[in-house]
């Protein structure tokens, strides 16, 4: 598959299959039909739930970590993995399974998933996978398409329910998350990376920490000049402070600005004038030649 293709399923990209599901799964629209089912009278109910590698989005961790009453620092401590790569070019956050033999689930109980109501985007989307071609530099957006994940172990299949994509994709809930889904993908599949840039192990810790860690990423915003340096709405301020998903809207922000350098923040006019004179101000705010890095003020 070429790099411009993203894949969704139940354990996230599985390179090795991407050629084949492009070339041989059918390709299913929101009105297409498929029989499914799984509740606890299905022979291998739970069985899906062990030994998957379960991709988390940010908005997975901040629903995961608010339904467990957890922070976030702490719920990434006792619930995640961070695998460190060298060709990395974003953060990959999974599922930390329990260490028993089958590698099941840490969320899953007697009568099935005791987060059922936050589960993450794989969870919610299974028997469905999604195959997506990048959006376009003008806008247009790429390719859709959906298709089953028929794994033979599984016998939910054999169910009579029928269900078209809309109604399994509304009945899951999958429309904030996909909402939450494209903004990150507007991050982690940026121009920048295209044109061969590569984030610093700083600037790497830096994406991860406003993504993932939120309670980390608020303590950062608030005890730190940032919110004197920049013009940013006050009802928006206060907002953040308390509430997580307006805390990662500013987080996408401000790494749009300060990764790659796009205007999505307005750095107050007294910051700017303070550095007339003595400093490039496009070298502080706006993108440099080496990596279209931002080096914001201090």
């Not at 090795?16 to 390709?27: H, T, W």
């Not at 997506?132 to 390719?143: I, K, N």
């Not at 507007?186 to 991860?208: I, S």
């Not at 402070?241 to 205007?263: C, N, T, Y």
Request: charged share 30%.
């Amino acid at each position: 598959m070429s790099g411009d293709t993203e894949m969704g399923g139940t354990g996230g990209p599985r390179v090795p299959l991407q050629e084949k599901i492009l070339d041989e799964y059918a390709r299913l629209g929101p009105d297409d039909e498929f029989t499914f089912d799984c509740h606890p009278g299905v022979s291998c109910f739970n069985c899906c739930c062990s030994d998957v590698n379960i991709f988390l989005s940010p908005y997975d961790v901040l629903r995961l970590k608010q339904r467990l009453g957890l922070t976030s620092t702490q719920f990434l401590a006792r619930h995640a993995l961070v695998p460190i790569q060298k060709d990395m070019k974003t953060p990959v956050v999974l599922l930390k399974m329990r260490d028993d033999e089958k590698k099941t689930c840490p969320f899953l109980g007697e009568n099935g998933c005791q987060v059922y109501s936050d589960r993450p985007w794989p969870c919610r989307m299974f028997p469905l996978g999604l195959a997506a071609q990048r959006d376009t530099p003008d806008g247009w957006r790429g390719e859709r398409f959906y298709f089953l994940l028929e794994e033979d172990a599984c016998k939910g299949f054999e169910e009579p329910r029928k269900w078209s994509v809309r109604d399994w994709l509304e009945n899951q809930g999958i429309d904030a998350y996909d909402d939450w889904g494209e903004a990150y993908k507007e991050l982690t599949l940026h121009e920048f990376f295209d044109n061969g840039g590569v984030l610093a192990p700083e600037k790497l810790e830096m994406f991860f920490t406003a993504c993932y860690d939120l309670d980390k990423f608020r303590a950062f915003v608030f005890e730190s000049t940032l919110l004197q340096r920049f013009d940013v709405d006050e009802d928006f301020v206060h907002e953040m402070s308390f509430d997580d998903e307006a805390l990662l809207r500013f987080a996408f922000l401000w790494l749009r600005f300060s990764l790659f350098g796009e205007p999505t923040m307005r750095p107050r006019p007294e910051v700017l004038e303070a550095f007339q004179g003595s400093v490039d101000k496009k070298r502080v705010f706006g993108r440099t030649r080496a990596g279209g890095i931002v080096e914001a003020a201090p």
